[in-house]
């Protein structure tokens, strides 16, 4: 049987792009007799709203969209990261970093988003300094040259039976925790799926460059391995992807002009798009 997730973060309304993620999901726990979650990835106190947590729920009970258990809320699982980040830490696999994204950007020419890949080191190896960690705010990064070092380079399987095998450009340092979060993206991921017993990420190709980070901290924290189902994107006619920031038309506002959910939940689910829309990659 199947366990998958569907897990947004609550700063905006969902749009089409999540209905085929969430519904390709639900279709494969159904498939199998299986069960459905739902995750509120909302650690980002700074942008996430209780809003959006109505309104994606609002938004599945329109697709037709059922979960078997309470939403897992990511904002209530703080000592389950921190847990995590003290084992890390104890096996001297993660260091603090004192660096600013403009330091990165001006070292390393990172791009917008997680430099994890792009991080230059600046901070690896340094002195503890447990007065500076006190004093001054720092993340905590992945020390992913000892952490390849000691389970070597992870591999995965997509739900199709194809293989992929990391190499070492896909492993960085990554943040594991930020200056202003117990926790960041891929600590609080793998540490979710385990708990919750996930055995099928569904998510989009865009997320496909995470899974080695991932896998990786699920070796090092003897975690379950998962099977991964990386999806095309839901695109728009000319190619450019759905995106919140945007402006991307609402489920809420296809609901308005009298979009059946359930049938759209239906066709998604078989990988078919409404027209102005196709899947893809940009």
């Not at 080191?121 to 993340?139: I, K, M, Q, V």
């Not at 896998?215 to 998962?226: N, S, V």
């Not at 759905?242 to 059946?260: E, F, I, N, Q, S």
Request: aromatic share 6%; with cysteine; net charge negative.
């Amino acid at each position: 049987m199947t366990t998958s997730r569907f897990a947004p973060s609550p700063t905006g309304r969902l749009h089409l792009g999540h209905a085929y993620s969430a519904a390709l999901g639900h279709q494969r726990a159904r498939a199998s007799g299986g069960r459905f979650l739902l995750r509120v990835e909302d650690l980002d106190q700074s942008r996430s709203r209780p809003e959006f947590v109505d309104g994606i729920e609002e938004d599945l009970r329109w697709l037709g969209l059922r979960w078997d258990q309470p939403p897992i809320v990511q904002s209530e699982r703080i000592e389950a990261y921190r847990e995590a980040l003290s084992r890390l830490r104890a096996e001297d696999l993660i260091y603090p970093c004192f660096c600013t994204r403009a330091d990165i950007v001006q070292v390393a020419a990172a791009p917008h988003g997680d430099p994890g890949l792009f991080y230059p080191g600046t901070c690896r190896g340094l002195p503890d300094d447990p007065e500076r960690r006190a004093t001054t705010p720092h993340s905590w990064r992945l020390d992913s040259a000892k952490a390849v070092a000691r389970c070597g380079l992870p591999g995965w399987q997509e739900e199709d039976g194809t293989a992929f095998e990391a190499t070492s450009a896909d492993i960085g340092d990554a943040i594991l925790a930020r200056k202003d979060a117990p926790a960041a993206y891929h600590l609080a991921c793998v540490v979710d799926d385990a708990a919750t017993g996930v055995t099928l990420v569904v998510r989009g190709t865009d997320l496909r460059p995470s899974t080695p980070i991932q896998r990786l901290l699920q070796i090092l924290l003897d975690l379950p391995e998962p099977t991964y189902l990386h999806h095309p994107l839901v695109l728009h006619e000319n190619g450019r992807r759905l995106a919140k920031r945007d402006l991307a038309p609402t489920l809420a506002a296809m609901r308005d002009t009298g979009v059946d959910g359930a049938h759209l939940a239906k066709m998604l689910a078989t990988g078919v798009v409404p027209g102005g829309f196709r899947l893809g990659t940009p």
